[in-house]
């Protein structure tokens, strides 16, 4: 039988809850999830890559449904090059909507065979962004409930880094 396969993508510069969340939600409705983590280097992250992407290795390491990978270039030919059929997208807020309505065309045009699927997270996840978390963190704001324990250290950990430097 054919595997359903999602590709979640995004920067996730760190991982949030609101992330997991959709992980969670795209578990139950493909075979198999690829979360791909874009290099950027415009977006002048964090983490490296490397780093993001081991961090949400960790968190989804007791699913075996889940990869993570990097990615550059076109997002539909990485979905094809894993032989994925939908892109997951979180929408939060309104927002969020022109943008990813935007996208989702775009990519639908690149390859028509492939689906965009809007998922909402819980909605106390809502507001949850890996920028406001970053921004809340480097002034000493309390994240507890919204990021996995271990990337709460990391975050603590790089932004105190960052703030020495
Ligand atoms: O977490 P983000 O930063 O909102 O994720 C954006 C992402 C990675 C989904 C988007 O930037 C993307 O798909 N980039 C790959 C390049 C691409 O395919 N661009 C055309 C999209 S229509």
Do not use: W
Not at 67 to 92: K, P, T
Not at 103 to 120: D, G, Q
Not at 121 to 143: A, F, H, Q
């Amino acid at each position: 039988m054919t595997q359903r396969v999602a590709v979640y993508a995004g920067s996730f510069d760190p991982i949030h809850n609101g992330h997991l969340d959709l992980i969670m939600r795209s578990r139950t409705m493909f075979d198999r999830v690829h979360i791909a983590v874009l290099h950027n280097e415009e977006k002048q992250p964090l983490f490296t890559v490397d780093e993001r992407i081991e961090m949400i290795q960790g968190v989804v390491a007791d699913y075996p449904d889940c990869e993570v990978n990097g990615f550059s270039g076109l997002l539909v030919d990485f979905v094809r090059n894993v032989g994925g059929h939908a892109i997951v997208r979180g929408l939060r807020a309104l927002t969020d909507f022109e943008f990813e309505f935007q996208m989702a065309l775009m990519n639908r045009r690149l390859n028509p065979s492939v689906e965009t699927v809007f998922m909402m997270p819980k909605d106390d996840l809502t507001y949850v962004s890996s920028r406001l978390i970053k921004e809340v963190c480097s002034l000493g704001g309390d994240l507890k409930g919204l990021m996995p324990v271990p990337i709460y250290e990391r975050l603590i950990e790089r932004i105190g880094e960052k703030l020495e430097a």
